[in-house]
């Protein structure tokens, strides 16, 4: 392992690490625009430059390899500032500087670099007017994309990510020189899979994202590490919110599984989250529905779930490993019920991880893993029918996204025959079947672990408060748990849960819920990568 | 010298383009000089340009299927080197070379010749689609200023006479 000194930091680093990243282990930043982790080396921009000892030009960081006993000063060097200097002095040239109507303004590598290292020191000795792109400045590039090709930089960053990554080689530079901008063939839709990510990797705000555009300014934003609900994949994302309100995900950078990827699907289904038709308890009497404070919700239910002597329990997919350990401790230990969870394919989709390789979706379900790893019997349509078919004395469906099919009016008509419960967030077609229709909070307001499909554990925090009574589905459990009696099940946070999981599940052996959420202290580094 | 002029192809016959066989051989010969077949991408892209006469998206998207690339990296190829022509190009494009030499030694009484005497500036086409003026980056040819390139050709020492009785001969010619 090499070991160097970078502005007086002494650091060992891996046999291959470039001095961008060594620095960053040494605790200084190197500035960069071309470069990515995750991407290959092309060293256009020339931001990145470090002096090195007994070399007589200036090296680009991003392109030379740590070796041991090298000497490197950035922020140290004269020599470094002044060619940083001249970069950002042609950069800027043609750079329209609209960083108030610009919406990567707050996340934008340019502008951090303006104003940190520049100490927002800039004169510029253009005398000509600023080249544009008419036609190329408030333009839709695909369905998620806005370009603004007059701030763009020529990183490359975008078409590297459509060839290296997505794959569909979609983008590219047209024309050359001054005139180079980017497009796609014939000026068709961008319409790549993963188109958002292009906009995630532009470091500028030439690319942005349409759906989040203008909606909130990024440094308004905080942001809470999560699991994407799309698939079982398992993709690691950042909660990116305001006041209650989830306004993006964002990728989490985790080079098992997404490295700092998302598909488009994936990630706009944050808007969703803010979704929440059901806000109160309630339940169905002759007269109409009535709604119930949760003590009293709990209590009758209490009685209800007692005196049935036959129990059918409908868990779910997305429920957290701690949610359906509570259901199944529940349900089917203690009172005795029967426990599904439906399985259903979805969409499939695929991911590539930080190797480059591609990852496929097992199931549209972020938690089927765990559901199986808990030993809860799984059901396709078929079953799910089967198992809902005739009467019982009670009914619980702790989702009805569950499975599609409790969407269809087959589904509902099973369920109308007996009492039901159904803990819900949207609207769905099964609350007019119900008896009892529970708020379920989302999953920004819920914490847990789900498994991803490639076995990895991993943990949501929570983002935002519950709208209105919604509660997370594992306090629900945990409630309903006590006023049935079994007081040892009345946890007060998930973590409990998860600490009986890894005592009593082989599969969970050793784990620490403490570590799961992935290691927070990337965050700022991941935000440069992602521009 | 006889200068060949340019047949180029209507946009509308070049939307779906599909290579006949004459074609296909030639851009089987073409695959088998180079190592890989995106290496081959230049050659087939003139090939394409001596046949159409121009490079139209139609084109750009056979060649790309034919090269196993995508479409817009072909066109980024294409965009890249101005000698290919994205729109079709008049029959005779004169390459007029604005570049020091040439501009000493009379390149823009030359241009003012051909506005003057065909209406057209830099980038401009005839109304008839016979000439096209373009202004070119030295042409290599500067012992002979001031140059111009016509199609495939050098005409060098241009003076306005002699620029008047090339295209009196070019548009006889056609
Ligand atoms: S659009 Fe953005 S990512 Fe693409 S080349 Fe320009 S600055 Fe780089
Ligand atoms: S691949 Fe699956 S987990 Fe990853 S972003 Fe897409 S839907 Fe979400
Ligand atoms: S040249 Fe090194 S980051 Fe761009
Ligand atoms: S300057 Fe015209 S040919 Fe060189």
Redesign the pocket.
């Known amino acids: 392992m090499p070991k160097l000194t970078i502005d007086g930091r002494e650091v060992e680093v891996p046999q291959g690490t470039n001095l961008?990243e060594a620095a960053r282990l040494a605790g200084v930043e190197v500035p960069?625009?071309?470069?990515h982790p995750y991407l290959t080396?092309?060293?256009?921009?020339?931001?990145?430059m470090v002096e090195i000892e007994g070399q007589p030009r200036l090296a680009?960081?991003?392109?030379t390899a740590a070796a041991d006993g090298m000497v490197v000063k950035s922020a140290t060097s004269q020599r470094v500032k002044e060619a940083r200097e001249a970069v950002m002095e042609f950069l800027l040239a043609n750079h329209p500087l609209d960083c108030p109507v610009c919406d990567q303004a707050g996340e934008c590598l340019l502008q951090d670099h303006a104003m940190s290292e520049q100490g927002g020191n800039f004169a510029s000795g253009m005398l000509e007017t600023r080249r544009t792109f008419p036609g190329l400045e408030r333009r839709l590039l695909g369905p998620h994309v806005i370009q603004n090709q007059n701030r763009c930089i020529h990183?490359s960053r975008c078409i590297r990510f459509t060839q290296e990554i997505s794959e569909t080689w979609a983008l590219t530079y047209k024309n050359r020189g001054n005139n180079a901008y980017i497009d796609t063939f014939d000026g068709r839709p961008f319409d790549d899979p993963f188109s958002a990510c292009a906009a995630d990797v532009c470091p500028v705000g030439a690319l942005t994202v349409r759906e989040f555009r203008f909606r909130k300014r990024a440094w308004k934003l905080s942001s809470t590490p999560s699991v994407c609900p799309g698939c079982s994949i398992g993709c690691n994302i950042w909660i990116d919110h305001h006041e209650r309100i989830v306004y993006r995900f964002t990728p989490r950078e985790n080079p098992e599984i997404n490295a700092t990827w998302l598909c488009d699907y994936g990630r706009f289904l944050s808007e969703s989250l803010n979704q929440q038709d059901v806000v109160h308890p309630k339940r169905r009497l002759k007269e109409g529905w009535q709604k119930l404070p949760w003590a009293e919700v709990f209590r009758a239910l209490a009685l209800d779930v007692k005196a049935a002597k036959t129990l059918r329990v409908v868990a779910s997919g997305y429920m957290s490993n701690e949610e359906l350990y509570l259901a199944r401790e529940l349900f089917a230990r203690r009172l005795q019920g029967e426990l599904v969870v439906p399985v259903f394919m979805g969409e499939p989709r695929k991911m590539k991880n930080g190797r480059r390789q591609w990852l496929y979706s097992q199931s549209a379900l972020p938690n089927l893993e765990g559901a199986k790893r808990l030993g809860i019997r799984t059901v396709d349509e078929e079953g799910l029918a089967r198992f809902l078919y005739g009467a019982a004395d009670l009914t619980v469906v702790l989702d009805p996204q569950a499975h599609p099919f409790l969407a269809t009016p087959e589904a509902v008509q099973l369920v109308k025959v007996s009492p039901t419960v159904v803990a819900a967030r949207v609207d769905a077609p099964l609350l007019e079947a119900a008896t009892w229709v529970l708020p379920a909070a989302s999953l920004a307001a819920n914490e847990g672990t789900w498994v991803s499909s490639t076995g990895k554990v991993q943990r949501f925090a929570v983002a935002v408060a519950p709208p209105g009574e919604a509660r997370p589905l594992w306090q629900i459990l945990a409630l309903l748990a006590r006023a049935l009696g079994f007081a040892d099940l009345a946890v007060t946070t998930p973590s409990q849960v998860f600490q009986w999981l890894v005592e009593s599940e082989q599969s969970f052996a050793g784990l620490d819920w403490n570590t799961l959420l992935g290691a927070e202290q990337t965050s700022y580094r991941e935000r440069q990568h992602v521009g | 010298m006889k200068t060949q002029a340019i047949h180029a192809v209507p946009p509308e016959q070049l939307q779906k383009v599909t290579f006949d066989e004459a074609m296909e051989k030639r851009i089987a010969e073409i695959f088998e000089r180079y190592p890989t077949k995106r290496a081959a991408m230049l050659p087939v892209l003139w090939l394409c340009q001596e046949r159409y006469g121009w490079i139209s998206p139609g084109v750009i998207a056979a060649v790309a299927e034919r090269l196993e690339e995508s479409p817009a990296f072909v066109e980024g190829v294409v965009s890249f080197y101005t000698m290919f022509h994205r729109q079709p190009p008049a029959k005779y494009v004169l390459q007029l070379c604005v570049t020091l030499s040439c501009e000493l030694c009379g390149a823009k009484t030359l241009a003012h010749h051909i506005k003057e005497r065909l209406g057209i500036g830099f980038g401009e086409k005839t109304p008839d689609g016979t000439f096209q003026l373009l202004g070119v980056e030295c042409l290599g040819a500067c012992g002979g200023a001031p140059v111009i390139q016509v199609n495939e050709d050098y005409y060098e020492n241009m003076t306005p006479e002699k620029l008047d009785q090339l295209l009196s001969e070019l548009a006889r010619e056609q």
């Open positions: 961008i960069y625009f071309c470069y080396v092309v060293g256009q921009c020339r931001i990145c680009i960081a991003c392109a990183c």
